[in-house]
């Protein structure tokens, strides 16, 4: 793997005294008597910087760490509460324990790296394979060796992070130069992370990300690389080692050019095949032996044999790189300014550190505000968090004891104990391991500030050489080159800031200056399309953001008006095309697609409008703005009696899906479920959620939840691109999703009756999911009925239940006190029958194409229809009102989840009443051959004979 065979050897400890345990408080404590001695003895008070142990973190390396650890049900969508709850745990910890973080993650596009990328994404499709493989096979959760990153996984984080009130950071140009640039202009104390690159740079400390873990004894262990030590082993000085890193492999000299090297070397395997140890320690000698380092054109003249090869060149840049990371090079190379491929230049380094509060630095303007986010917005969105999450207020489950208490009942066999969710260290299943969990634990003090990381990551990296391109093949392109429109200064500076500080998607940053982005692979099945392709499925809303981002109706407006005037002077009318990197069968990341920006559909205002516009008018169009990117331009969608405002993005999300115009991708009972596991009293409790056991995981559940986070993930970039009409409180995921909520939810429709069951029997969640469902649904003509009651008794025996129909007078037994409160039944469908609703206006039953009986409406509590267009109640002779008849057609066949979740609602039959249809065979009913006169007659006597519809049997078969 090139440069992280180099971060596998020094974890190895290959070399003795290369990485060693250490605990990261006592390492605080000691720092905090270190310096409370150093103030004592100078009476000068100390720097804030130096006070405490500030660590920068890249996050991509610690993604799972981040999440919780490698508990199985990441695979469910995303346990986002858990997350936070853990989350809050850690960020208590270091804070009471004089430890400060400023966490990284990669906005670059670095197109540089897209074949890194690239291999890296095939690779976690390999993954994702194995793991929907897993999953249809056996219904279990796969084994922490797949472990991928659910979707949305990084901007949970961000705002997860922002919530509280840890340093948030996203890169703009290359990742790992960038946070090694941070590290050292804002005199931190170490790295926290674990990649090959960042070993070559020789921060001042390095630990690992890895082999972090939150102990039930109150400490924060990991492991600690002595890059000295491992320099020493290696018989190596600092600017040897990054001839080494050149030597093994980097997006610059990919391994493929090396191959040759390797086998003057006696390395004689194939690429991946040659053992890491013998690989670094062989190249680490054969640099070791070289005279000297200063002169590159002489070592690469020696390794490829001529001055002229093409990798020479490459080779150079690359041993560059490197020293660019390290101490001295960055000294070197500081004062350069980095310029960005579209002529706007980043934002000179400030030299402060991330905990200082912005309001001390009077003189920086801070430009990532926009102006939907006021004092009074987002006060009023913490009174809305905090009410949404009031049930989540509580006692911690875990308590941290402090060093050197261990309670005796929470010690492992070999004496230690740990609460980070992992398995590898819990050695328990994922349902049932002892992991930290805090009732509330991040209900506590808000930053309600729009950026809770207080100050600009714009640290200046270190120089990169301009010639470092993608090496990718676009030659059958159909588009040769993207000319973009020109961004308003002001809208760019603030993009640029909010992008530095992970207040947005890093999508926008890249569309403005690149007009590139890159999805990545999901959880979704390439073999069984069950669904269409989730980027493609989300395409539209993206077209919109692109247009609203780049004046795309201002345009076209200028340009119809100087044709109304007839002015020489010609506006042109820019095509705007954004290149989008998507993964398909047919196209594996070899070339993007080229996506042209479509109109919004009405005036929709500028970009400068939309994100500084104070005026009321303003407001309403961002958030209108918003609903229409989504298809969620409704009335309901605004009643926050029917929406409440942190389920807005949720409902938005649903609506788009509902209203996709290919096929039905969510039948009625998952958008029940999804509805119902956003307002279950569990959602909250993260506790309550682990203990939770999954009967089973179905692969359509999992991609489900791809799907609904995806478009979250879609829902936030509008969100940003319109201006933040939506408060970032009230965009929080883990307000309406849980992933292992919804598929315990999902499984539960096997057995449920009806949404009542679905709510755990309590009225006020059945009112509340009908009013949303209503609102999601409102002004979509969506037909449910996929299928003919013929097609469903073909091959059946099915007995009709005895409510199917009732003679006159007689009252069969009532269903449900559920309609009492006039809420309708939804009948889903049980394990081995499929259940539908009984049309109100009545029906036939129809054998061998005679109608043999038929019933009247059937109104309920809803009462008869009257010509005034009133409902009067409908009571027969014995006074009682008769609720509405539920029937169940089906058979034994057994019922499976993952082809019929939707349960057979029969909702539209063309405005006839429905036929029932079934066929008789001769060795049932003892007639000579279906469909003769004689076993109509027969067939009609059996039934007219019973007596009663309640002992009516029908046979049915092929």
Request: aromatic share 8%.
């Amino acid at each position: 793997m090139g440069i992280q065979d180099l971060q596998a050897f020094i974890d190895s400890s290959q070399i003795p005294g290369s990485s060693v345990p250490v605990d990261l408080l006592r390492i605080a404590r000691g720092l905090a008597v270190k310096q409370s001695r150093q103030q004592q003895k100078t009476g000068k008070p100390l720097n804030h910087v130096n006070s405490k142990l500030s660590l920068v973190v890249d996050g991509e390396c610690c993604l799972h760490r981040l999440y919780g650890g490698y508990f199985s049900d990441w695979v469910c969508g995303g346990q986002w509460n858990r997350m936070v709850q853990f989350l809050a745990i850690l960020v208590q910890t270091i804070q009471t324990n004089n430890i400060e973080l400023a966490v990284f993650f990669n906005g670059c596009l670095e197109q540089q790296r897209m074949n890194e990328w690239i291999t890296s994404q095939l690779r976690i499709r390999q993954k994702i394979n194995q793991v929907l493989k897993h999953i249809n096979i056996k219904g279990t959760p796969p084994p922490k060796v797949w472990w991928a990153a659910p979707s949305c996984l990084r901007t949970c984080l961000r705002m997860a992070l922002r919530h509280l009130s840890i340093s948030v950071l996203c890169t703009m140009d290359d990742h790992h130069q960038e946070v090694i640039a941070y590290c050292r202009e804002n005199c931190f104390y170490g790295l926290m992370a674990d990649d090959g690159e960042y070993a070559v740079f020789d921060p001042p400390r390095y630990f690992s990300s890895e082999h972090i873990k939150l102990t039930y004894k109150g400490s924060l262990e990991t492991k600690e690389y002595i890059l000295s030590e491992v320099t020493k082993g290696l018989g190596l000085s600092s600017d040897r080692l990054c001839v080494v890193a050149a030597l093994l492999g980097n997006y610059l000299l990919p391994e493929q050019d090396l191959l040759e090297f390797y086998h003057r070397l006696g390395l004689v395997q194939s690429l991946g095949k040659i053992p890491v140890d013998p690989l670094v320690k062989t190249v680490a000698t054969y640099v070791k032996g070289l005279p000297s380092v200063e002169n590159l054109d002489t070592i690469a003249a020696q390794i490829f044999g001529s001055t002229t090869d093409p990798r020479v060149s490459r080779f150079k840049q690359s041993v560059q790189y490197y020293l660019n990371g390290t101490k001295d090079g960055f000294l070197r190379y500081r004062t350069q300014a980095a310029h960005h491929r579209h002529g706007y230049s980043q934002f000179p380094a400030q030299k402060i550190s991330p905990h200082q509060n912005k309001g001390k630095h009077v003189d920086q303007v801070d430009n990532s505000k926009f102006a939907s986010e006021t004092v009074e917005s987002e006060r009023d969105s913490l009174q809305a968090y905090n009410e949404a999450t009031a049930s989540s207020a509580g006692t911690p489950q875990i308590v941290i004891e402090p060093p050197g208490i261990v309670p005796d009942d929470k010690m492992k066999p070999n004496g230690s104990a740990v609460i980070d969710g992992s398995e590898e260290e819990t050695g328990t299943k994922s349902g049932t391991n002892s992991v930290s969990t805090v009732n509330g634990g991040h209900s506590g003090t808000l930053i309600i500030s729009v950026s809770s990381s207080s100050s600009s990551s714009s640290a200046t990296s270190p120089s990169r050489t301009p010639e470092n391109k993608r090496m990718t093949n676009q030659e059958d392109s159909p588009i040769k080159s993207v000319t973009l429109p020109t961004v308003p200064p002001e809208v760019m500076r603030t993009a640029s800031e909010r992008h530095q500080k992970g207040l947005m998607s890093p999508y926008i940053y890249q569309i403005l200056t690149q007009g590139e982005i890159k999805l990545p692979v999901l959880m979704e099945d390439e073999n069984h399309k069950d669904l269409p392709s989730i980027h493609l499925v989300f395409r539209p809303v993206r077209q919109m953001v692109y247009a609203i981002l780049f004046n795309l109706h201002h345009y076209i407006y200028m340009a119809s008006k100087q044709k109304e005037k007839g002015d020489e002077e010609k506006v042109e009318v820019p095509d705007i095309c954004i290149k989008e990197w998507i993964w398909s069968k047919n196209n594996q990341y070899q070339t993007p697609d080229y996506v042209r920006a479509e109109q919004v559909g009405w005036g929709v205002p500028t970009i400068q409008r939309l994100w500084f516009g104070s005026a009321i008018d303003d407001k309403r169009r961002r958030l209108r703005a918003f609903l229409t990117c989504m298809r969620s331009d409704t009335p309901l969608m605004l009643n926050p009696t029917y929406v409440p405002q942190h389920l807005l993005v949720m409902a938005s999300v649903l609506r788009f899906i509902m209203s996709h115009p290919e096929k039905i991708l969510l039948h009625k009972i998952e958008l029940d479920v999804f509805i119902a596991q956003a307002f279950s009293p569990a959602l909250m409790n993260a506790h309550q959620l682990q203990e939770l056991q999954l009967p089973m995981v179905t692969s359509r559940g999992v991609q489900l939840a791809a799907l609904f986070m995806q478009g979250v993930e879609t829902a936030l970039l509008a969100n940003d691109a319109c201006g933040a009409p939506i408060p970032w409180l009230m965009c929080c995921p883990w307000l309406f999703f849980d992933g292992k909520l919804f598929h315990h939810k999902l499984a539960r429709t096997s057995t449920a009756k009806s949404l009542l069951d679905l709510c755990e029997h309590r009225y006020e969640y059945v009112l509340k999911v009908e009013r949303m469902r209503q609102a999601i649904l409102e002004g979509l003509d969506i037909d449910y009925c996929i299928a003919s009651v013929q097609t469903q008794l073909s091959g059946m025996r099915v007995r009709l239940p005895p409510n199917i129909a009732s003679p006159p007078g007689v009252i069969p037994p009532p269903v449900r006190a559920m309609n009492a409160i006039n809420v309708p039944e939804r009948v889903y469908a049980p394990r081995g029958l499929f259940r539908r609703t009984v049309p109100s206006r009545g029906g036939q039953l129809e054998i061998a194409g005679v109608v043999v009986g038929s019933w009247g409406p059937n109104y309920g509590t809803r009462g008869v229809p009257q010509a005034t267009g009133s409902f009067t109640p409908h009571r027969p002779s014995g006074g009682r009102v008769v609720p509405p008849q539920v029937t169940s057609v089906g058979g034994p066949k057994a019922y499976r989840q993952g082809n019929n979740m939707q349960g057979y609602h029969m909702n539209s039959l063309n405005g006839r009443p429905p036929t029932f249809q079934t066929r008789a065979s001769s060795r049932h009913f003892g007639v000579p051959g279906r469909g003769k006169r004689n076993q109509k007659l027969v067939s009609a006597k059996k039934l007219q004979c019973s007596g009663c519809w309640q002992e009516a049997y029908v046979q049915a078969s092929v």
